[in-house]
């Protein structure tokens, strides 16, 4: 074991030429898909070589597809789609089968 | 101009198939504006009426769904104007209800052993409606129905700067009530939910 403290706190190593705080500042649009593709690739690398940030890309990550995925089942009901098909029918609309949606 | 037959069913059917399709996304979406399934059923049927009949005015091979989207929220719009029904908050106010959602959450593992173990759809879709707007289109569109910042900006008719400020605030929101919710499914603990600074490097 080392007799030696801990080394000072410095400035924070870059990584993917980003640091940290960059990283996770531009974690949503990274995730969105939203950012250039060169700041897509600088978080990237960021993500890939820090253990630090690699679990809020998860956890975000995670969130994220819950959020997407808590309303995929909700549809218009089948009363609601009969009733804009007859509308629609009535403006002269004519569809190939009774029932189209 | 009254179309002859060939071009009346030409009409119907690329509207059958381009625009008909997306009834469900636009039932979301519209029941995300109203909150309320009966208001929802009339914008969507507002919506589906008014594109039909401008549907020469649809830009062939351009994305349907986000025209759909925005002819919902118009209607979503007029039918508000019309009940005299004012529920958005004025950006002043915007800002201080997203005060508090404008810092990320730091010891989140309460959050994250929901995320993992838990269905979490219905806590999630509760709390989405209870976002206020403008953050709840923003986050429905990019975040439910996976439109881009630049399809939501049109859609909401605001630059789209003004989009990423209000998803990333109504994402915080959500966080922060997801946060809430773990501690109340006994999730979180005293230390997860206590400070809501995040340390950067």
């Excluded at chain 1, 924070?12 to 980003?18: Q, R, W």
């Excluded at chain 2, 049927?45 to 994305?63: K, M, P």
Aim: with cysteine.
């Amino acid at each position: 074991m080392s007799d030696q403290p801990p080394a000072a706190p410095g400035p924070a190593p870059l990584k993917g030429g980003i640091d940290c705080r960059a990283a996770l500042d531009q974690l949503w649009e990274y995730l969105d898909g939203e950012l250039s593709p060169e700041k897509m690739e600088s978080v990237r690398t960021h993500l890939a070589l820090c253990a630090r940030c690699y679990p809020e890309h998860d956890f975000e990550k995670a969130f994220l597809e819950a959020v997407g995925n808590c309303r995929k089942d909700l549809c218009a009901s089948h009363r609601l789609k009969t009733k804009i098909m007859d509308t629609l029918h009535r403006l002269g609309f004519s569809p190939t089968r009774p029932t189209s949606v | 101009m009254a179309l002859s037959p060939a071009e009346q069913e030409v009409y119907d059917r690329s509207f059958e198939r381009e625009a008909l399709p997306w009834l469900d996304d636009v039932y979301r979406f519209a029941l995300s504006l109203t909150r309320n399934e009966a208001d929802a059923d009339d914008v969507v049927q507002e919506t589906f009426l008014r594109a039909y009949r401008s549907w020469h005015t649809f830009e062939r091979g351009s994305d349907a769904r986000r025209w759909l989207f925005t002819i919902c929220r118009n209607a979503f719009l007029r039918t508000r104007e019309r009940a005299r029904h004012q529920v958005d908050l004025e950006d002043g106010d915007v800002e201080s209800v997203a005060a508090q959602a404008g810092e990320a959450l730091t010891a989140r593992e309460g959050v994250d052993q929901l995320l993992t173990r838990v269905d979490l759809a219905p806590a999630l879709s509760s709390a989405i409606d209870r976002l206020a707007e403008p953050f709840r289109s923003a986050v429905v569109l990019v975040d439910v129905e996976d439109q881009s910042y630049e399809a939501a900006a049109e859609i909401l008719h605001i630059p789209i700067g003004t989009v990423r400020s209000r998803l990333f605030r109504g994402r915080r929101l959500l966080q922060h009530e997801l946060v809430n919710y773990a501690r109340d499914a006994g999730f979180a603990t005293a230390r997860s939910t206590g400070a809501d600074t995040v340390t950067h490097e």
